[in-house]
């Protein structure tokens, strides 16, 4: 079994900075695709960024110069690190994985984590 165990939401001001971080856990041997989406009440859950197993990023327009995903391949961690932080940034970040690969030979296509808070309120 594995699993993705998010943390570092929480509340800050508009214009704070969080850093949120995910590690994948479980007899692993490989993640290919790591990332973190959200979503908002009565909205569909949305990509934010994500990152190949090599470092190429993808991120969503809206965040694009103020958040930067990393990640530690050792660790199977990704980093998001989110600054100039505004409003609609409000909503609950969830992290994703594609193809986590485990060492009793199972490959785990799509897993998501529980979700995490993040609010961006004065």
């Known amino acids: 079994q594995v699993q993705l165990v998010e943390s570092g939401g929480g509340l800050v001001q508009p214009g704070g900075s969080l850093r949120l971080s995910c590690a994948a856990s479980?007899?692993?041997?490989?993640?290919?695709?790591m990332g973190w989406y959200r979503q908002t009440p009565g909205k569909q859950r949305e990509l934010v960024a994500r990152?190949?197993?090599?470092?190429?990023?993808d991120y969503a327009d809206s965040v694009k110069g103020r958040f930067t995903l990393s990640r530690d391949n050792a660790k199977n961690t990704v980093y998001l690190q989110m600054n100039s932080l505004l409003p609609e940034d409000t909503a609950v970040y969830y992290c994703?994985?594609?193809?986590?690969?485990?060492?009793?030979?199972?490959?785990?296509?799509?897993?998501w984590g529980q979700g995490t808070q993040v609010t961006i309120s004065s």
């Open positions: 994703n994985a594609e193809r986590i690969t485990s060492s009793n030979g199972f490959i785990y296509y799509l897993t």
């Open positions: 990152i190949t197993r090599d470092g190429s990023t």
């Open positions: 479980g007899n692993i041997i490989s993640v290919d695709v």
